[in-house]
Nanobody, 121 residues
């Protein structure tokens, strides 16, 4: 089972930027679609962005479109989430997740521990 480790979270002012990274332990990382999710306190986990195994297809949810970008480096077994123009309401724990196969749609089987992102106003 793949191990996922997020990093890059922290405290940032509103309007600022952060880049989250998620390193995967699995050698077959290039066979896994990857996703980023976030969870606000007391709320359900929310789908934020995803990328196909090859990197050819990406998705970002409407609320972050134009501000967040997902990318991956299969040679480094790492997926990234570049977050610009952050808003205080985007304070949450951000998780990366993986699923077997090329496409990013569907259930995600493996999850990281999460990284806290705090956006101050």
């Amino acid at each position: 089972q793949v191990q996922l480790a997020e990093s890059g979270g922290g405290l940032v002012q509103a309007g600022g930027s952060l880049r989250l990274s998620c390193a995967a332990s699995r050698r077959t990382f290039s066979s896994n679609a990857m996703g980023w999710f976030r969870q606000h306190p007391g709320k359900e986990r929310q789908f934020v962005a995803a990328i196909s195994a090859s990197g050819d297809s990406t998705f970002v949810t409407d609320s972050v479109k134009g501000r967040f970008t997902i990318s991956r480096d299969n040679a480094k077994s790492t997926v990234y989430l570049q977050m610009n123009s952050l808003k205080p309401e985007e304070t949450a724990v951000y998780y990366c997740a993986s699923r077997d196969g090329e496409t990013w749609g569907g259930l995600y089987e493996c999850w990281g521990q999460g990284t806290q992102v705090t956006v101050s106003s």
